[in-house]
């Protein structure tokens, strides 16, 4: 029986975005949400495909991350303290149906071709936090500012800062990946 190839737009697919809203307390719920999915299940997940895959050292990576993510939300968690379990957003849950649809399929392709899900893995993780940095959050601290919150706006611009952080460490992560498998083929 065949399988389907795993590719890098089917795993972005698991990449929960936040959602802006008119509200800001929407908003931060929305981003608590999103933060919390990436520390909870799309970061493990890598790390478990990484794990599987025999590098240890990119499943420490996406652990890693994952912990920042959580810190993330614990940081707008102390503006908002109201929060409390935000609720969980369509995205968010699209996401997660999405990794669980492509979860057997990937333990089947790591035996196939590890480095392959490996890379992929990293690319995505790059264009998601590319994308929290350069689009998403931007967004979000703007709104802030628009409405005087310059305690939120800051929250942030600490978040962006890391985001961009992660997206640097991803994108050497795959250099270094990519320089070791073309070594290893020569």
């Avoid at 890693?64 to 940081?75: D, F, M």
């Avoid at 490996?118 to 931007?138: G, H, N, Q």
Wanted: with cysteine.
């Amino acid at each position: 029986m065949e399988h389907p190839e795993i590719t890098e737009d089917m795993i972005f697919q698991c990449f929960a975005a936040a959602q802006q809203d008119p509200d800001q307390n929407k908003t931060a719920a929305s981003f608590v949400d999103v933060e919390e999915y990436e520390n909870q299940i799309m970061y493990p997940e890598f790390a478990r495909w990484a794990e599987k895959a025999g590098h240890r050292d990119l499943a420490t990576l996406f652990r890693k991350v994952a912990g920042e993510e959580k810190l993330h939300a614990v940081w707008l968690r102390e503006l908002y303290s109201d929060i409390g379990v935000p609720p969980r957003g369509e995205d968010t849950q699209r996401a997660i149906d999405a990794l669980e649809t492509i979860k057997a399929n990937c333990d089947k392709l790591i035996k196939m071709n590890p480095q392959g899900v490996v890379e992929k893995a990293l690319s995505v993780a790059i264009r998601v936090e590319e994308r929290e940095y350069l689009d998403i959050y931007p967004r979000f601290r703007d709104q802030a500012l628009a409405e005087n919150d310059a305690e939120t706006a800051a929250v942030y611009q600490r978040v962006i800062d890391s985001e961009q952080q992660h997206a640097e460490w991803f994108q050497a992560a795959l250099q270094d990946f990519q320089s070791t498998a073309a070594a290893q083929t020569a």
